[in-house]
């Protein structure tokens, strides 16, 4: 993550473009042998999450990396929509979320405060304290934040996988 080339995150609404008000984030792009890594982790994951989900799912999206350095957060959203600049969108089936380090909420050897996972389920709120290595799988019509960030920063990879 310290390594590859830097750009802000985009939002899906009509254009993918950066907007500060919705999201604060980097998007990395790592080096092609951890893209490769991280996929081939993926899919090795993807009957394990078809059968929790009781879902067929085709293939995926492609692992994003991201980063929430102090200060940044994604306001609630959801992750399946119909928006004609990513038509893919609309096929996202299962969101997936992998934390790559731990907040001092939920660790006390964390690498930053602030940045939770935040799903809003059924008139509930649960909240997913990043942990090292934790993947996080749910609905991609789930609509879910990610809390501001308060000191340090959160690192994470997301991919979507797409229903058949």
Known sequence: MDVGVVDPAAVLDGTIEPRDEVRRASSIEPDASVI?????????????????????????????????????????????????????????????????????????????????????????????????GLLVAFSADLLHEVTEVQDGTRDAIVDWFYGT
């Open 36 to 132: 490769r890594h991280v996929e081939q982790h993926l899919e090795a994951r993807r009957e394990t999450i078809a059968r929790f989900f009781g879902v067929e799912l085709s293939d995926r999206e492609g692992a994003g990396f991201l980063r929430y350095a102090t200060g940044g957060f994604y306001a609630p959203h959801r992750d399946r929509v119909a928006d004609a600049s990513w038509p893919g969108a609309i096929r996202r089936t299962v969101a997936v979320v992998i934390f790559l380090n731990s907040s001092l909420d939920g660790e006390p050897k964390g690498d930053f405060r602030g940045g939770t996972l935040r799903l809003f389920e059924h008139g509930r709120v649960v909240d997913v304290q990043p942990r090292q």
